[in-house]
C-alpha cells in the first residue's frame, strides 16, 4: 500500500519569500513517481511539479524546485519568491503506475 | 479549451435520487481516472478506465456506484440512492497510459451536495 503524508495543514509567508512544503510517502514499489499539485479555492487541481524516483537530479520549474531524498521517502517543495498567486492547498501525489495517492494537503497562504 | 471538462459543475439533489455526472477527458488520453474529494482533504482514487475497460475499482466504490466509458471517450459516474455521506467533489482527470508515463490532468470538478 501507498501512503503519503503532508504535516503542515497550514502555513504563511510574505510576498517575495521562500517558503518549502513538507511531504513523505511509503511504498514498496521501485519505479514511481511523485507530483506536487496545486488546487487554488474554488479552482481546478494545476499539476506543479514531478520527479522520477529514478533520476537523483532534484526537479525545477521556474520558481519551484523539490528536495528529494529517495532514501528518507521526502519529497518537500520549495516555493521561491512567492507571488499572491500562489495562494492555494498544495497535494503532494504519488503514482506507481495506476492510481495517484494523495496527502492531506497543506493550505499556503502568500501574505502581502 | 482542449482540457478535462466536468458536467454538471453543482449538484443538489435529495437524498434517496439517483445522479449522473459526466466526464471529456483530453482527447489523445486513454486513460480517464475518477477521484472523490471532501472539504479539506485530498482526492482519493474510485476508479480508472484504459480506453473503454475499467481496470480498476477503489473500496470506496460501493454498489450503489457505477461508472462507464463506452467506446472509450467520454465517461459516466452514476450513484443511485445517494447518501448525505455522497456529499463530495467528484474529481476527472485524464491521463495518457504508457511506459514511464504517470501524469494525470484534472478536470474542474462535480460538486455534489445530497440534502
Known amino acids: 500500500a501507498q501512503t503519503v503524508t503532508q504535516s503542515q495543514p497550514e502555513m504563511s509567508v510574505q510576498e517575495a519569500e521562500t517558503v518549502t512544503l513538507s511531504c513523505t510517502y511509503d511504498?514498496?514499489?521501485?519505479?514511481?513517481?511523485l507530483f506536487w499539485y496545486k488546487q487554488p479555492p474554488s479552482r481546478q487541481m494545476i499539476l506543479v511539479i514531478r520527479q522520477e524516483a529514478y533520476k537523483q537530479q532534484n526537479a525545477t520549474e521556474n520558481r519551484f524546485s523539490v528536495n528529494f531524498q529517495k532514501a528518507a521517502k521526502s519529497f518537500s517543495l520549495k516555493i521561491s519568491d512567492s507571488q499572491l498567486g500562489d495562494t492555494a492547498m498544495y497535494f503532494c501525489a504519488q503514482n506507481a503506475g495506476n492510481m495517484l495517492t494523495f496527502g492531506g494537503g497543506t493550505r499556503l497562504m502568500v501574505k502581502p | 479549451d482542449t482540457g478535462v471538462s466536468q458536467n454538471p459543475r453543482h449538484k443538489i439533489t435529495k437524498r434517496g435520487q439517483n445522479v449522473t455526472f459526466r466526464c471529456d477527458p483530453i482527447s489523445e488520453h486513454n486513460r480517464l481516472y475518477w477521484y472523490r474529494q471532501t472539504l479539506g482533504q485530498g482526492p482519493e482514487f474510485l476508479t480508472y478506465?484504459?480506453?473503454?475497460?475499467?481496470?480498476?475499482k477503489s473500496r470506496l466504490l460501493s454498489d450503489r456506484f457505477s461508472a462507464e466509458r463506452p467506446k472509450g471517450s467520454f465517461s459516466t459516474l452514476e450513484i443511485q440512492r445517494t447518501e448525505q455521506g455522497d456529499s463530495a467533489m467528484y474529481l476527472c482527470?485524464?491521463?495518457?497510459?504508457?511506459?514511464?508515463?504517470?501524469?494525470?490532468?484534472f478536470g474542474p470538478g462535480t460538486r455534489l451536495t445530497v440534502t
Open positions: 511504498t514498496s514499489e521501485s519505479n514511481y513517481y
Open positions: 482527470a485524464s491521463g495518457l497510459g504508457g511506459r514511464g508515463i504517470y501524469e494525470q490532468y
Open positions: 478506465f484504459q480506453n473503454e475497460a475499467q481496470l480498476e
